[in-house]
């Protein structure tokens, strides 16, 4: 078929293609030619059939999409003879070829990560007598995990005869490209405070940052000195300072969400900038934390600072649990549920009607869902508010209250719900890394053979109530004005220890994807209560704390980003190592030293951690790829 400019349609998807980023474009008479140019590629390699009809961008989205290494084009067009339908669950692809709950049609392109080459290699062989539908069915049934790229606002259709030709270049050329992305740029689905207060207007700021050629990173560190600003204003205190710092706070939110938005526009991504995205977004809202603590004290409330701490422990404990229901989560849509007595039960139930409410975006169900779990957007924009009309104190109040009931209502909804879907997600990760064990738990005995010690959550829970006790115990011994005994801390300890017995345990009961989370929980807890035994500065606790933070977000960015282990991970020695070295210095009666100078050793390997992951390794693997030979 021919284009009404009288050019090839294939010919004019494989300019599309150069357009789009490709560095070669090849047209293959038949798959057994493409298998053997699959089997020559070294990089990702960018599949399609000749019957795609699509502006630009969206090969280019394709190309560019940072979600996964082996992505799909999903169409909502009914399919056509030898079409193939497709099932998504959480962006991913579940099923193909299977009408049966599907959620839409294969829109024959795809992109081929490096690691699933020899799979999309033998698929070709496979299917050399079909056409791209067969080759993407049988790259399914190898196994390979595939990413759903679906259109939105934009065009692509496929095409199978002149008059479908002629109404997909039409539905082309009725939309103005340039526009469709810069919607686009803005998530599909966000929370009711940055969909309704920052997205409104957010595309013009994304829009003038790409003219002047802004990149994401730097739209990144500039939120993070806006954040910083705020902090410092919420700690001078004065009506002026605070509403100054809310000010500056919500354009900080507003920079935050630009630079996801213009790494959306521009398709500029990378491992590092979503990596550093991650990290600064915790950092700047700690950070907020500490301004209102010392705000809080300054402005004569004595435990400004045990808030902020309290707010900040709370916060990246969810986080862990936030970060490992979505794994587990991931892992259930690729699995079918074991048949069970539960055909409904309470937690079936609950993901039918989570699903549901899901659907009906933009009613009150949906937003009242969105917002209850207290989302990014909703903590900042009740920090800026309650700092600027009330203080810090009540910002830092407000923020543990709807904290500690989003935690417990989403905690208990998402129990049932995992209850109900039975996958041991943590089988399918490292462990050991994840867990952040140290050389002390790796060379712990087996567990014993009673079914309580044989469960890594009832241990990490275990040792977490052990921390909880002694922190209450040190409150306590503060407020009486006694000391408390070295035995109260080494029995603490052992307590704790119970965790890292658990450690060598399969970790596949449907609950464990808590036990990251628990361990944190448990490290916190007992780090907090050194310091309040040892009557350490509480700014001090909130310091160690914090930079014990930065480890832990560094380890989920990377499970989340799909990145290896951190290069000096060894050298943070574990938990349970870091809390030995707590245990000594408390008995000692050096807690402060103790607290100083190990969260200075972990600030100083996270720093040089991060500059052999992102600048020296990589430059190392540069330098080899131009050496001779």
């Not at 284009?3 to 090839?8: K, N, P, V």
């Not at 959620?103 to 070709?124: M, N, Q, S």
């Not at 100083?604 to 131009?626: C, E, I, K, T």
Request: hydrophobic residues 50%; contains cysteine; aromatic residues 8%.
């Amino acid at each position: 078929m021919t284009t009404d400019a009288g050019e090839r349609v294939a010919d004019r998807l494989a300019g599309q293609w150069r357009r789009a980023g490709a560095d070669e474009v090849r047209v293959a008479a038949d798959l057994s030619e493409l298998a053997d140019l699959v089997a020559a590629a070294t990089g990702p390699v960018l599949v399609s059939g000749a019957d795609l009809v699509a502006h630009t961008a969206v090969l280019k989205h394709l190309a560019t999409s940072p979600v996964g290494p082996t992505v799909a084009l999903v169409l909502t067009d009914p399919p056509a003879a030898g079409q193939v339908t497709v099932r998504e669950e959480r962006g991913q692809v579940v099923a193909v070829g299977d009408p049966t709950g599907a959620t839409g049609v294969f829109g024959g392109a795809l992109r081929v990560g490096p690691a699933d080459l020899p799979a999309l290699a033998a698929a070709a062989r496979t299917a050399a007598g079909g056409g791209v539908d067969q080759l993407f069915a049988d790259l399914a049934g190898c196994g390979t995990l595939t990413f759903a790229h679906r259109v939105r606002l934009l065009v692509a259709h496929r095409v199978g005869d002149p008059a479908e030709l002629a109404a997909a270049q039409a539905a082309v050329a009725a939309v103005d490209e340039d526009r469709a992305e810069l919607k686009l740029s803005v998530k599909e689905r966000d929370d009711f405070f940055t969909t309704f207060f920052v997205s409104t207007w957010s595309p013009y700021v994304t829009k003038a940052a790409a003219r002047i050629g802004l990149g994401p990173t730097a739209v990144t560190l500039i939120s993070v000195v806006f954040a910083v600003a705020a902090a410092v204003l919420f700690g001078a205190g004065g009506r002026p300072a605070l509403v100054a710092g809310a000010v500056l706070l919500y354009l900080g939110f507003v920079l935050d969400c630009v630079d996801g938005q213009l790494a959306r526009y521009t398709r500029h991504f990378s491992a590092w900038g979503g990596w550093l995205d991650t990290m600064a977004d915790r950092a700047k809202e700690y950070l907020v934390y500490a301004g209102l603590g010392y705000g809080a004290t300054h402005a004569g409330f004595r435990y400004g600072w045990a808030l902020a701490i309290a707010a900040m422990t709370l916060q990246t404990v969810r986080h862990m649990t936030d970060t490992w229901y979505g794994v587990l989560h991931d892992e259930a849509a690729r699995r079918p549920r074991p048949a069970t007595g539960e055909a409904g039960g309470i937690g079936g139930k609950l993901n039918a009607a989570s699903t549901k409410v899901q659907a009906d975006t933009g009613s009150v169900s949906y937003w009242l869902k969105r917002t209850v779990v207290f989302p990014i957007g909703e903590r900042w924009a009740l920090m800026a508010v309650a700092a600027a009309l009330f203080g810090p104190l009540v910002a830092l109040c407000a923020v543990l209250v709807w904290g500690v009931l989003a935690f417990a209502y989403t905690g208990g909804l998402r129990t049932l719900r995992a209850r109900w879907m039975r996958v041991p997600v943590m089988s399918t990760v490292d462990t050991g890394l994840h867990r952040d064990d140290g050389p002390l738990a790796r060379t712990l005995p087996a567990p014993g053979r009673l079914p309580a010690v044989r469960q890594p959550l009832v241990l990490a829970v275990l040792g977490a109530l052990g921390a909880a006790g002694l922190l209450l115990w040190s409150l306590l011994a503060v407020h009486a004005g006694d000391d408390l005994p070295g035995w109260a801390v080494a029995f603490a300890f052992v307590v704790l220890m119970s965790g890292a017995h658990g450690a060598r345990a399969a970790h596949d009961g449907p609950l464990d994807w808590l036990v990251p989370a628990a361990l944190r929980a448990a490290e916190f807890l007992f780090a907090i209560a050194v310091g309040v035994a040892g009557r350490v500065p509480p700014w001090l606790i909130f310091g160690y704390v914090f930079v014990l933070t930065l480890h832990h977000y560094d380890l989920t960015a990377r499970l989340e980003k799909r990145q290896a282990a951190p290069p000096l991970h060894a050298a943070t020695l574990g938990w349970e190592g870091r809390s030995a070295l707590l245990t000594i210095g408390s008995i000692a009666g050096i807690a402060s030293i103790a607290l100083a100078t190990l969260g200075a050793y972990l600030l100083v390997v996270f720093v040089a951690s991060v500059v052999l992951a992102w600048v020296v390794l990589p430059a190392r693997v540069r330098g080899g790829d131009r050496s001779p030979g």
